[in-house]
């Protein structure tokens, strides 16, 4: 989808709730389709505020439903506290595995066309047809272990387990 479309798009879903496409939406809509990767919300505010530096964190969290109910992102869960966001994109491979480091925070989603292959064996067998599937990997980091290090993470990040609030600036 073009950007004119993507703002199309997001238009009338706000519409239908009765909200206007003001300025600071849309600088978080485009923050969030240019991301090429996943983000938090609190993430997506900072990008947002380099395009629009009055864009307000309750905003930001007002309009990523918006954004994922409109499909113009999905949510990802990793079952880690914390909601990843990324774009959907016009082409995208849906037969995705994801793949996480629980240890970096990364997301890694690499096509898997033999997804499709094994959801539809297993169904046919049931008599069903598949509607959709997931895989999602969970892993830890072979550079983190091995060096102690990784450029991947985060290098503000201290612990696994750490659950970051609405509230923590970044
Ligand atoms: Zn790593």
């Known amino acids: 989808m073009s950007k004119t479309q993507d703002h199309e798009k997001f238009r009338s879903f706000l519409a239908r709730k009765g909200l206007r496409a003001t300025n600071q939406r849309l600088a978080i809509l485009d923050a969030a389709l240019a991301q090429p990767d996943h983000f938090t919300a609190e993430q997506l505010l900072g990008y947002a505020r380099s395009i629009d530096d009055s864009v307000a964190r309750a905003t930001v969290y007002r309009t990523l439903p918006i954004m994922t109910e409109s499909a113009l992102l999905r949510e990802v869960d990793i ?28 997301i890694f989603e690499i096509g898997a066309p033999f997804m499709s292959w094994y959801g539809n064996s297993v169904s046919s067998k049931l008599g069903l047809t598949p509607v959709s599937q997931r895989l999602q990997v969970s892993a830890r980091c072979d550079a983190l272990r091995d060096a102690g290090a990784c450029p991947r993470r985060p290098a503000s990040r201290s612990t696994h387990a750490q659950v970051k609030g609405p509230q923590r600036r970044v």
């Open 79 to 106: 079952g880690a506290g914390e909601k990843f966001y990324r774009a959907n994109r016009a082409g995208q491979d849906s037969q995705v595995a994801q793949v996480v480091c629980l240890d970096c925070d990364r």
